[in-house]
Protein backbone atom coordinates (compact mmCIF):
# COMPACT_ATOMS: atom_id res chain seq x y z
CA UNK A 1 0.00 0.00 0.00
CA UNK A 2 2.77 2.57 0.66
CA UNK A 3 4.54 1.79 -2.41
CA UNK A 4 0.95 2.02 -4.46
CA UNK A 5 0.88 5.72 -2.63
CA UNK A 6 4.46 6.97 -3.22
CA UNK A 7 4.04 5.18 -7.02
CA UNK A 8 1.19 7.58 -7.56
CA UNK A 9 2.54 10.53 -5.51
CA UNK A 10 5.18 10.21 -7.84
CA UNK A 11 3.26 10.07 -11.46
CA UNK A 12 1.45 12.90 -9.95
CA UNK A 13 4.33 15.02 -9.63
CA UNK A 14 5.22 14.14 -13.21
CA UNK A 15 2.07 14.73 -14.75
CA UNK A 16 1.46 17.73 -13.31
CA UNK A 17 4.39 20.72 -14.52
CA UNK A 18 4.10 18.67 -18.09
CA UNK A 19 0.32 19.68 -17.97
CA UNK A 20 1.46 23.48 -16.94
CA UNK A 21 3.92 22.87 -19.83
CA UNK A 22 1.26 22.25 -22.24
CA UNK A 23 1.47 24.22 -25.44
CA UNK A 24 -2.26 25.88 -27.13
CA UNK A 25 -2.69 26.61 -30.68
CA UNK A 26 -2.54 30.38 -29.54
CA UNK A 27 0.87 29.75 -28.81
CA UNK A 28 1.76 27.87 -32.38
CA UNK A 29 0.54 30.74 -34.24
CA UNK A 30 2.26 32.96 -32.29
CA UNK A 31 5.15 31.39 -33.04
CA UNK A 32 4.61 30.71 -36.82
CA UNK A 33 4.30 34.28 -37.20
CA UNK A 34 7.54 35.15 -36.11
CA UNK A 35 9.52 32.72 -38.64
CA UNK A 36 8.92 35.03 -41.37
CA UNK A 37 11.54 33.53 -43.62
CA UNK A 38 13.62 36.56 -44.17
CA UNK A 39 17.04 35.44 -43.22
CA UNK A 40 18.91 33.92 -46.30
CA UNK A 41 19.26 30.13 -46.20
CA UNK A 42 20.96 27.45 -47.68
CA UNK A 43 19.63 23.48 -48.24
CA UNK A 44 21.05 20.30 -49.58
CA UNK A 45 18.03 18.68 -51.17
CA UNK A 46 17.23 14.78 -52.28
CA UNK A 47 14.50 13.45 -53.66
CA UNK A 48 13.24 9.68 -54.61
CA UNK A 49 10.04 10.20 -56.38
CA UNK A 50 8.69 6.39 -57.04
CA UNK A 51 5.27 5.84 -59.12
CA UNK A 52 3.09 2.83 -60.18
CA UNK A 53 0.10 2.52 -62.32
CA UNK A 54 -0.59 -1.01 -61.80
CA UNK A 55 1.04 -1.93 -64.98
CA UNK A 56 4.84 -0.28 -64.87
CA UNK A 57 6.60 0.97 -61.80
CA UNK A 58 8.82 3.72 -62.17
CA UNK A 59 11.57 5.56 -60.02
CA UNK A 60 13.48 9.29 -60.22
CA UNK A 61 16.09 10.67 -58.01
CA UNK A 62 17.64 13.99 -57.90
CA UNK A 63 19.89 16.30 -55.72
CA UNK A 64 19.90 20.24 -55.67
CA UNK A 65 20.93 22.66 -53.76
CA UNK A 66 18.01 25.71 -52.95
CA UNK A 67 18.87 28.46 -51.52
CA UNK A 68 16.84 31.49 -50.26
CA UNK A 69 18.25 35.03 -49.77
CA UNK A 70 15.20 36.50 -48.25
CA UNK A 71 13.54 37.92 -51.56
CA UNK A 72 14.37 35.33 -54.06
CA UNK A 73 14.90 31.66 -54.56
CA UNK A 74 17.40 29.81 -56.89
CA UNK A 75 17.43 26.08 -57.64
CA UNK A 76 21.70 25.26 -57.98
CA UNK A 77 22.79 22.28 -59.66
CA UNK A 78 26.11 20.25 -59.59
CA UNK A 79 27.62 20.25 -62.98
CA UNK A 80 28.14 16.62 -62.95
CA UNK A 81 24.13 15.91 -62.60
CA UNK A 82 23.63 17.76 -66.08
CA UNK A 83 26.30 16.34 -67.74
CA UNK A 84 25.06 13.99 -71.30
CA UNK A 85 25.58 11.10 -70.25
CA UNK A 86 22.84 11.91 -67.23
CA UNK A 87 20.38 13.45 -69.16
CA UNK A 88 17.68 10.75 -68.46
CA UNK A 89 18.34 11.76 -65.16
CA UNK A 90 17.15 15.73 -65.48
CA UNK A 91 13.37 15.20 -64.72
CA UNK A 92 13.97 14.34 -61.79
CA UNK A 93 15.96 17.31 -60.32
CA UNK A 94 13.26 19.28 -61.42
CA UNK A 95 10.46 17.61 -59.81
CA UNK A 96 10.84 20.48 -57.17
CA UNK A 97 8.25 22.91 -58.21
CA UNK A 98 8.68 26.67 -56.74
CA UNK A 99 6.11 26.06 -54.71
CA UNK A 100 7.21 22.42 -53.18
CA UNK A 101 10.56 24.91 -52.86
CA UNK A 102 9.33 27.61 -50.79
CA UNK A 103 7.68 25.38 -48.51
CA UNK A 104 11.00 23.30 -48.49
CA UNK A 105 12.71 26.90 -47.51
CA UNK A 106 10.06 28.23 -44.53
CA UNK A 107 7.01 25.82 -44.06
CA UNK A 108 5.47 28.15 -41.27
CA UNK A 109 3.20 30.14 -43.88
CA UNK A 110 1.43 26.68 -44.81
CA UNK A 111 1.06 25.85 -41.66
CA UNK A 112 -0.86 29.27 -40.67
CA UNK A 113 -3.08 28.77 -43.72
CA UNK A 114 -3.84 25.16 -42.65
CA UNK A 115 -5.05 26.45 -39.30
CA UNK A 116 -6.55 29.34 -39.98
CA UNK A 117 -10.27 29.00 -39.14
CA UNK A 118 -9.60 25.10 -38.40
CA UNK A 119 -10.96 23.13 -35.69
CA UNK A 120 -9.20 21.99 -32.88
CA UNK A 121 -9.87 18.23 -32.08
CA UNK A 122 -7.87 17.05 -29.21
CA UNK A 123 -4.71 18.26 -27.69
CA UNK A 124 -2.16 16.20 -25.61
CA UNK A 125 0.88 16.23 -23.91
CA UNK A 126 3.33 13.58 -26.04
CA UNK A 127 6.41 12.88 -27.14
CA UNK A 128 8.03 12.84 -29.93
CA UNK A 129 11.42 11.18 -31.35
CA UNK A 130 12.59 11.75 -27.62
CA UNK A 131 11.89 14.83 -26.80
CA UNK A 132 8.84 16.29 -24.62
CA UNK A 133 5.96 17.93 -27.04
CA UNK A 134 2.02 18.52 -27.31
CA UNK A 135 0.23 17.20 -30.24
CA UNK A 136 -2.22 18.95 -31.38
CA UNK A 137 -4.90 17.34 -33.61
CA UNK A 138 -6.56 19.50 -36.79
CA UNK A 139 -9.66 20.21 -38.97
CA UNK A 140 -8.73 22.36 -41.04
CA UNK A 141 -11.45 24.50 -42.95
CA UNK A 142 -12.64 23.23 -46.41
CA UNK A 143 -12.40 25.63 -49.49
CA UNK A 144 -15.58 26.05 -51.11
CA UNK A 145 -15.95 25.25 -54.81
CA UNK A 146 -19.52 25.83 -55.62
CA UNK A 147 -18.85 24.03 -59.31
CA UNK A 148 -17.18 21.19 -57.88
CA UNK A 149 -18.19 20.53 -54.42
CA UNK A 150 -21.48 18.94 -55.48
CA UNK A 151 -19.77 16.39 -56.82
CA UNK A 152 -18.33 14.87 -54.21
CA UNK A 153 -19.17 12.54 -51.56
CA UNK A 154 -17.48 12.26 -48.93
CA UNK A 155 -14.40 14.33 -47.72
CA UNK A 156 -11.50 14.18 -44.89
CA UNK A 157 -9.01 16.24 -44.10
CA UNK A 158 -6.94 16.26 -41.06
CA UNK A 159 -3.49 17.96 -39.80
CA UNK A 160 -1.39 16.58 -36.64
CA UNK A 161 1.37 18.72 -35.25
CA UNK A 162 3.60 17.61 -32.58
CA UNK A 163 5.56 20.94 -30.82
CA UNK A 164 8.23 21.90 -28.69
CA UNK A 165 7.75 23.77 -25.63
CA UNK A 166 8.67 26.89 -27.46
CA UNK A 167 5.25 26.90 -30.05
CA UNK A 168 7.48 25.83 -32.85
CA UNK A 169 6.52 22.59 -34.73
CA UNK A 170 8.36 19.38 -34.59
CA UNK A 171 6.85 17.27 -37.25
CA UNK A 172 3.55 17.15 -39.05
CA UNK A 173 0.99 14.59 -40.33
CA UNK A 174 -1.53 15.92 -43.04
CA UNK A 175 -3.98 13.49 -44.24
CA UNK A 176 -6.32 14.28 -47.30
CA UNK A 177 -9.01 12.13 -48.66
CA UNK A 178 -11.44 13.06 -51.42
CA UNK A 179 -14.45 10.99 -53.24
CA UNK A 180 -16.05 12.10 -56.39
CA UNK A 181 -19.14 10.97 -58.18
CA UNK A 182 -19.86 12.54 -61.80
CA UNK A 183 -22.51 10.60 -63.18
CA UNK A 184 -21.89 6.98 -62.74
CA UNK A 185 -18.37 7.62 -63.02
CA UNK A 186 -16.59 7.47 -59.53
CA UNK A 187 -12.76 8.99 -58.42
CA UNK A 188 -11.03 9.05 -55.49
CA UNK A 189 -8.20 10.67 -53.94
CA UNK A 190 -5.90 10.14 -50.86
CA UNK A 191 -2.71 12.13 -49.79
CA UNK A 192 -0.56 11.56 -46.97
CA UNK A 193 2.65 13.62 -45.74
CA UNK A 194 4.50 13.32 -43.02
CA UNK A 195 7.16 16.60 -42.33
CA UNK A 196 9.87 16.65 -39.89
CA UNK A 197 10.96 20.24 -39.30
CA UNK A 198 14.23 22.31 -38.22
CA UNK A 199 13.99 25.79 -36.96
CA UNK A 200 16.70 28.00 -38.41
CA UNK A 201 16.59 31.13 -37.36
CA UNK A 202 13.59 32.58 -38.97
CA UNK A 203 12.48 29.81 -40.92
CA UNK A 204 10.73 26.64 -40.54
CA UNK A 205 12.77 24.47 -42.83
CA UNK A 206 11.27 20.90 -43.88
CA UNK A 207 14.69 18.22 -42.96
CA UNK A 208 12.50 15.58 -44.29
CA UNK A 209 9.23 14.84 -46.14
CA UNK A 210 7.49 11.91 -47.25
CA UNK A 211 4.32 11.97 -49.43
CA UNK A 212 1.75 8.84 -50.37
CA UNK A 213 -0.51 9.26 -52.86
CA UNK A 214 -2.93 7.16 -54.84
CA UNK A 215 -5.90 8.09 -57.05
CA UNK A 216 -8.47 6.22 -58.97
CA UNK A 217 -11.14 7.11 -61.95
CA UNK A 218 -12.11 5.57 -65.02
CA UNK A 219 -10.85 2.61 -65.19
CA UNK A 220 -7.19 4.09 -63.86
CA UNK A 221 -5.52 3.94 -60.85
CA UNK A 222 -1.54 5.33 -59.87
CA UNK A 223 -0.06 5.16 -56.16
CA UNK A 224 3.47 6.36 -55.75
CA UNK A 225 5.50 7.72 -53.02
CA UNK A 226 8.15 11.09 -52.95
CA UNK A 227 10.42 11.38 -49.56
CA UNK A 228 12.64 14.70 -49.71
CA UNK A 229 14.95 15.13 -47.35
CA UNK A 230 17.12 18.11 -46.42
CA UNK A 231 19.90 19.34 -45.19
CA UNK A 232 21.28 22.94 -43.91
CA UNK A 233 24.23 23.77 -46.60
CA UNK A 234 26.67 26.47 -47.02
CA UNK A 235 25.75 28.84 -49.48
CA UNK A 236 27.18 28.42 -52.97
CA UNK A 237 29.89 30.92 -54.24
CA UNK A 238 29.17 33.32 -57.20
Same mark, same amino acid.
Given at each position: ??????????????IVPLSAHAVN????????? $???????????? *??????????? *??????????????????LVYAKKALAP?????? $????????????????????????????????????????????????????????? $???????????????? $??????????????????????????????????????????????????????????? *????????????????
Open positions: MHFRSAFLAALAALVTDVRRALS $GLRGETPVSIAV *NSVDQRSDGKQ *NGESRGSSILEDDGTNIRKDQKKR $GADHSIAPADAAELLNYAPSLLKLMEGATIKRTAITAWNGRSATVIEIEPVREKDPD $GDKWVKAYEDALTLWV $GADGVPLAAHHNLHIKARIVVVGFELKQDDDLQFERVNDRLVVTKRTTTSSGSGLGQSE *NGTKTITATIAPAVTR
